[in-house]
Structure formats: C-alpha cells, structure tokens
C-alpha cells in the first residue's frame, strides 16, 4: 500500500487538496474567478461570491441562557469523611440560521462523461428553532483513608448541534446522484452519565487509579440518507425524473457507551540512583463498549457511537531532573467507525493506529529553554476503509500520511 499525502485506493493517484491550492495558490485567477477553477459549479466564482448569491453563504445566530443552582455538602459517614455537591442547571436556547438555497432545475448532459445537476437562483432561507432542557447533577467523594479516594457522580449531559449541520445549505453531485444539506430543527444529544472512580496515591506523585464509566444517549446526530425525487427534472441517463441521494444530519435514536479506565504514574524518586532519580512512568488503558440502534442503509447494520476505539493506549517514560526534561511517549488505539455513512452511503472507519512521539528540553537558567520535539518517530500512516453492503472485508478507500516531524525551538521568558 503505497503512502503520500492524500491516495486513493486501489488505484494508488495521488489526490491534492483542491481547496489550498485554489485559495492559497490560485495559479489560474481568471478562470477561478470564472468560477472554472477547482472548486467549480453554479454559483461559486469569486465574482458571484462578491455579489451576494453564492449559494453557500450562511449565517447562524445562537442565543442561550442558563440558570445554575448548586448545593455544596459534607460530613463523616461512620467515621470515614465525604464531600459533594448537587446541583441543576435549566438552559433555553434558539437557534437561527438563514442563507441561499438552491434545488436541481435540470442535468447538464452535453458531456456524458461530467455531467452537471444545474441549480436554481440561491432563494433565502430563515429557520429558527428552540429548546429547553433540565440537566441534574449529583458529585460525591469518600476518603476512607489518606492515600484513599472514592468518587461517585450522575448527571445528564447535553451536546449542541455543529454549526455546519444547522446551516441550510444544498451541495449536488451528478455522479454519484447525491445531495448535502443541513437541518436548522436539530435538537441537542443528551446523556445521562454514571461515573465511579477509585483512586490510591500509594506514594508521592504516584498513582494507581480504576474508573468504570456509563453514557445513555439520545438524540445523537447521524446523517440519514433518503431517496429524494425530483419530478420536473428529466435525468438524461435513465430518462426518468431525476432522483439524488439526499444525506441529511437527523436526531437518531438511543446510543450506548460503557467502559473502564486504568492510569499509573510512578515517579522514582528515592528508589533509584542519582541520576536515575528523575525517572517516571505514566500508563493508561482504557476499554469502551459502544452500541447504536441507527442502522446504515447500505448495510443495514448498527455500529458503535463514532469516534470510540474499543481499545486505547497511552505510555510514557519522563525524566525530570534539574536543567532537563524530556518523555517518550506511545500511543495506540483500535480502529473506529468515522462516520455512518460517506459520501457513497458506506459506513467509513479508521484503521487502528500507533505513533511514538519524543521531546527534550534543556533550561539553560529561569528564562532561557532549549526545546527538541520528533513527532511519528517510526513514520506511521492513517488508513480509512469501509464496509460494502453484507461483507465483512475492508475495503481500504484513502489514506493519510504525514511523516516524520521534528521541531528545534527557543523559549525566552521576560
């Protein structure tokens, strides 16, 4: 599998980023202002950007507020000492968003090998929504001894929407026939959480902790693909009205996360010789179990919540002592679902991935440091794949590749 910045697979092309080089480099100006450069279709030169009808200008407006009350407690429980608070928070909030739509009029078909959906004039758009919601919290903590924690704690969550989901926008394309938009109605995500932490300072700056964790969601945004017919408009492949794939952000049903997490830090101070003395490690695992009753249509199977690798590492070995400090430091996680469906309507995920990452630095006095920094020591890549239909195969699509990075810096405090 070859690596560059940007490759397509199985073909292995090279794919720039058309968007830089159009803003950043623009070598063609007259045909992008022509609205003929990379980044082409009706209503999308610079002149007609200027003018006030490029058919994705938007603005959103968001007001909100929130009143908090909380109630702070403590005392002894047979002997061993607690501490908390309860408290709630009532938030009311209204969004608006407003900008051009645009909808297919008709298939530019006079080069069948890059045919064209044609728009219509960009009309304005208001759409306003509102909402409130109630969110309880309750946060305990237990010292059954003085190298003891314990820590216990519910509350309900809540999670806007991304701006860029709310916006009316409509984005067409011929090939594949699909079609983008937003939705201003989008509620928040809601979660209810459950946490319970232990934690053992067994010496100093040393720690040995376990946390199990529980999210109940609602209401999570996943884009949702419909079938989306356009009666007026012939489609001149199948001479039938033109029908596009439209993906669509929606507020989908009930989403799962479950999981623990272990962390260690010791520091060998006292334990080893000088100069050995500086040493410490810091280790992480963490464990997710995620589920989600949103199905992808091409597939028609759930996944896990976006995002969540179901295991992730972090280790680092540190040295401070004096004038130096300096860590190298792993990480790796599984591979996770990226988005429920791309732009083909295929569940997308990222391959599993790992990257060594190291720094250095030396403080000459209190105001001068020397600073080093590699950064994907061992030169790894990013891999997204994705699942066609009924198979379990990966199908890899893309990749990501970076390289190795080292910095040189100088630091000076007044």
């Known amino acids: 599998m070859s690596s560059s910045l940007g490759i397509n697979v199985p073909t292995g092309g090279m794919l720039p980023n058309y968007a830089f080089l159009q803003n950043a480099l623009e070598t063609r100006p007259d045909e992008v202002r022509a609205g003929k450069g990379f980044n082409t279709g009706s209503g999308r030169s610079i002149d007609e950007y200027n003018s006030g009808k490029f058919n994705e200008d938007l603005n959103h407006e968001d007001d909100g507020n929130a009143i908090y009350a909380m109630i702070a407690f403590g005392g002894e429980l047979e002997g061993t000492p607690y501490s908390g608070n309860i408290g709630v ?118 720690l040995l902790s376990l946390g199990l964790f529980s999210k109940d969601i609602e209401s999570f945004v996943q884009p949702e693909q419909t079938l989306t017919p356009f009666p007026g408009v012939l489609d001149p492949e199948t001479q039938q009205p033109l029908v596009l794939n439209a993906f669509r952000p929606l507020n989908t049903g009930k989403s799962g996360i479950a999981g623990m997490e272990v962390s260690f830090q010791r520091t060998f101070a006292g334990i080893l010789p000088a100069p050995f003395d500086g040493l410490g490690v810091i280790a992480n695992w963490t464990y997710i179990d995620s589920s989600s009753d949103f199905q992808n249509d091409n597939t028609a199977q759930a996944y896990g919540v976006p995002g969540l690798s179901e295991h992730t590492i972090n280790l680092s070995v540190f040295y401070e002592k004096g004038p130096w400090n300096g860590r190298l430091s792993f990480n790796s996680r ?81």
Do not use: C
């Open 334 to 414: 599984d591979d996770f679902l990226d988005v429920i469906a791309d732009g083909q309507g295929n569940p997308s995920f990222i391959d599993k991935y790992s990257q060594w990452d190291a720094s250095l630095n030396y403080s000459v006095n209190d105001n001068f440091t020397v600073t080093l920094q590699a950064i994907n020591i061992t030169d790894e890549d990013i891999s997204h794949y994705n699942l066609l239909g009924q198979s379990t195969l990966s199908h890899y699509v893309n990749g990501a590749y970076s390289g190795r990075r080292s910095l040189v810096g100088i630091r000076w405090r007044l």
């Open 89 to 206: 928070r009532h938030v009311s909030n209204s969004t608006g968003s407003n900008g051009e739509l645009t909808v297919p009029v008709s298939v530019d078909y006079s080069d069948p090998s890059d045919p064209t959906v044609i728009l219509s004039t960009p009309e304005y758009v208001d759409i306003y929504h509102d909402y409130t919601r109630t969110l309880p919290s309750l946060n305990l903590r237990f010292d059954p001894t003085d190298e003891l924690i314990v820590r216990f704690s519910v509350a309900k969550v809540m999670s806007r929407p991304r701006y860029l989901d709310l916006s009316p926008r409509l984005t067409v394309q011929a090939r594949p026939r699909t079609m983008r938009g937003g939705n201003g109605k989008l509620d928040p995500t809601l979660g209810t959480q459950v946490d319970l932490a232990v934690e053992w300072y067994f010496a100093d700056y040393s």
